[in-house]
């Protein structure tokens, strides 16, 4: 038997990625880091910004930065919407340190909800880490 | 009668001006494919954006604290027309289309004695609506400098809408585009986009229960304005294919029509030269005979 699922990522230029059978997907979700198997209940969530984590059924692992988004989860078919996303692999270092400075500036920007603040310090956070690898 | 080399000049001119409609008619045609994949590949972001959407608000039961921006202000008082056009001219009549759709819709608004505020993107709107809307457009958006309709003039063109919603600015929002049907049809469009129009919401009204994190209505407040963006962006993806449907179709009869009058020229320039030889002829065989 087959245990794995749809995924599809689509941007708003294009459908991003899309893939018949990924066995796991960790996103990052608002409220903490979430792991999706086959047969999940139907959810709708949010994304902060982070690492989409592909499990595909033969083992293999894809890594994706994304900004923000929705997921939404249905029938065994996972839509992730996204308006900016990044592969890993094929990111480009001068890219995530621009995207860098600006989420330092923005952060220094004084009018700014504490709900918006948190999440360019998520950003800063992310974007580091990527960085250092 | 115009001479001869009035002609000549004439038919010149008309092959150089279908120079001209030929090559932007080969522009456009290149274009368009570009514009139409793009158009294409947009829509699954906003289909999928409605029906989340849809779901969400579906599920909402306490509709009398959801968010303003799908419920409306509950008052009808002011209305935003947001008219998307292109920035440039020679392409038929695309432009004047939407615009014409869009001052239907004024007057209907007028008439009916609500406040009407305008809100142009892209230049040629702007232009044909400020003789007799000036007063009312608050707003005027170009994308001159961006070749191909991307995300972030979208989000620009909808963080402003929000910003002014968010101010009470107005109460409804219309958006008018063109869609794309194919290269010699597009249909103008009138899009309600606050608040979203109920019997959409109603129509798929049996789906399953879904689990939200965080709460249904924080969601959905989240979600609003990016769906507005997304709507925009759709609007802008379906102008620039119909744009340049609509040029290459215009393109392509004025250059038909340039070759009929270079035709219709030629017959004339021939006739004249041919009177012009026969005059000549008259003339010397009437004197040669007086002698």
Do not use: W
Request: aromatic share 6%; with cysteine; charged share 30%.
């Amino acid at each position: 038997m087959n245990n794995g699922f749809k995924l599809e990522i689509v941007n708003p230029e294009k459908s991003f990625l899309s893939k018949e059978n990924v066995s796991e997907v960790v996103v990052p979700a608002y409220e903490g880091e979430m792991g999706i198997l086959k047969n999940h209940i139907s959810i709708i969530s949010f994304l902060k910004p982070g690492l989409v984590k592909v499990f595909e059924t033969d083992s293999k692992e894809e890594n994706y930065y994304v900004e923000d988004g929705i997921i939404e989860f249905k029938n065994n078919c996972l839509s992730i919407l996204t308006s900016n996303i990044f592969d890993i692999k094929k990111i480009d270092k001068k890219e995530v340190s621009n995207i860098l400075a600006k989420a330092e500036k923005d952060v220094q920007n004084s009018d700014i909800s504490d709900q918006a603040k948190y999440l360019i310090d998520h950003k800063i956070e992310v974007l580091k880490s990527l960085t250092l690898n | 009668m115009p001479s001869l080399d009035d002609f000549r000049k004439r038919i010149k001119s008309v092959k150089s001006t279908q120079k001209i409609t030929k090559a932007m008619q080969m522009v456009a045609a290149a274009k368009l494919r570009k514009a139409q994949e793009n158009a294409e590949k947009g829509r699954p972001y906003s289909e999928k954006m409605n029906n989340i959407i849809l779901n969400l608000s579906n599920s909402i039961t306490d509709k009398e604290n959801a968010p303003k921006l799908l419920t409306g202000t509950g008052a009808d008082k002011v209305h935003l027309c947001v008219v998307l056009t292109a920035d440039r001219g020679l392409c038929g009549g695309f432009n004047s289309n939407i615009v014409k759709k869009a001052k239907s819709f004024f007057k209907k608004i007028k008439s009916e004695g609500k406040s009407l505020k305008i809100i142009t993107v892209g230049s040629k709107g702007y232009d044909q609506l400020k003789r007799v809307y000036g007063s009312q457009i608050i707003e005027k958006i170009s994308f001159k400098n961006s070749k191909v309709a991307n995300y972030l003039d979208a989000e620009i063109a909808g963080k402003k809408i929000i910003e002014l919603f968010e101010k009470n600015e107005f109460d409804m929002c219309t958006i008018f585009y063109n869609q794309f049907k194919n290269v010699i049809t597009q249909i103008p469009q009138e899009q309600q986009i606050i608040p979203l129009k109920s019997n959409e919401i109603k129509k798929n009204s049996v789906e399953d229960n879904y689990e939200f994190e965080p709460e249904e209505d924080e969601i959905l407040s989240n979600l609003l304005p990016k769906n507005i963006s997304t709507q925009i962006f759709k609007a802008m993806l379906e102008n620039s294919a119909s744009e340049q449907g609509s040029r290459m179709t215009a393109m392509d009869s004025a250059t038909r029509n340039a070759g009929e009058l270079v035709d219709k020229l030629t017959i004339n320039y021939n006739r004249s030269r041919q009177a012009a030889i026969t005059k000549e002829l008259i003339e010397i065989i009437s004197g040669a005979e007086s002698l």
